[in-house]
């Protein structure tokens, strides 16, 4: 059993229910049919919001420990007092004294270079999924000489850690290094329950975890790498780490984060990554970059030493490095 009297655990466990929450009722009060296409107003509030609360919890707790988040508040410091005005109402909402110059100063406390001992957070992980009222999480994970140590994936939308379910308990799912990965519904009720992976062997009857996002990958390398595993299933799209919950739970047995041809330079954020690796270790999976290599923590904000992800159930992953290497040829 995950030891959950861990003061770090229990603060990861704490901080991203509590952010989760807010998260919802920032989608609840601002997304809506008549939200714009290319309206990230919403997305961009709950980013905010969810930065400025973990990392004023954090400075409280556990006030020696850096903070490497996704957001900085330039922007609303520069120009958007109407947009830091309504971060900080969400924020006094849990924090009732939060002014908005405290909330611009806590956001800006994710912007620090990673140190030998630091926690990750991605505050909203599927910004697409986040608008459409699908999956999204908030993704925090503690790291130490580069090796990721506890992860925490708060999903509103996720249930049983694997059921894609808008309005319903969510997920919480956590890990910590040996000790295994857990959920429980997001408000916590009901017990912590163990996740593990597919015990699923068989390449052709793989189930495939894509992103909804096309920009996200190389759609044609993806095909072809279905094909030569011989994969006949329709792929489970879904946005975020939230996927790396639902591998754990043994619903899907390959993620792939391929190299779009739009950005052949591109490195993955440590934030994007973080949690869900462990969470996938922890329930009996295996992750790596595409070359095989482990994800490398250690090289500030990116993983600057890795090309990609690529997670599995452990058993199909040989031979999903070996279709990656026979597409590439």
Request: charged letters at 35%; aromatic letters at 10%; hydrophobic letters at 35%.
């Given at each position: 059993m995950i030891d959950?009297?861990?003061?770090?655990?229990?603060?990861?466990?704490?901080?991203v229910r509590q952010a989760a929450s807010l998260a919802a009722r920032v989608q609840a009060e601002m997304v809506s049919p008549a939200l714009t296409k290319n309206d990230r107003s919403p997305v961009s509030v709950a980013d905010y919001v969810v930065q400025a609360l973990i990392a004023q919890q954090l400075e409280t707790a556990f006030p020696d420990t850096q903070l490497v988040g996704e957001e900085d508040a330039g922007v609303l410091r520069a120009a958007e007092t109407a947009t830091l005005e309504r971060v900080a109402g969400f924020v006094a909402t849990a924090i009732p004294a939060a002014t908005t110059a405290q909330v611009a100063d806590w956001i800006d406390l994710g912007t620090r270079q990673p140190s030998s001992r630091y926690w990750t957070l991605d505050p909203i992980d599927g910004t697409k999924g986040f608008l459409r009222r699908e999956q999204y999480a908030v993704a925090l994970a503690l790291i130490e000489e580069g090796q990721v140590q506890l992860a925490a994936l708060g999903c509103p939308n996720l249930a049983a850690a694997h059921e894609m379910q808008a309005g319903g308990p969510g997920s919480l799912v956590i890990a910590a290094r040996d000790q295994g990965a857990w959920f429980q519904p997001l408000q916590g009720k009901g017990a912590w329950q163990s996740l593990q992976v597919s015990p699923q062997s068989d390449r052709t009857r793989a189930r495939l975890l894509r992103s909804a996002e096309a920009a996200h990958t190389d759609l044609n390398a993806m095909d072809e790498i279905a094909q030569h595993l011989g994969v006949g299933a329709e792929p489970v799209r879904m946005d975020s780490q939230a996927k790396y919950a639902v591998l754990a739970a043994g619903e899907g047995e390959l993620l792939f984060r391929l190299i779009s041809?739009?950005?052949?330079?591109?490195?993955?954020?440590?934030w994007d990554q973080a949690a869900g690796s462990l969470i996938v270790e922890e329930a009996g999976g295996k992750i790596t970059d595409l070359d095989g290599k482990p994800l490398n923590f250690k090289h500030g904000r990116t993983l600057a030493e890795n090309r990609g992800v690529l997670a599995s159930n452990g058993h199909l992953h040989k031979a999903a490095l070996e279709a990656i290497r026979a597409v590439e040829a």
């Open positions: 959950l009297n861990n003061p770090e655990l229990k603060f990861a466990v704490d901080a041809p739009k950005m052949p330079d591109y490195k993955e954020k440590i």
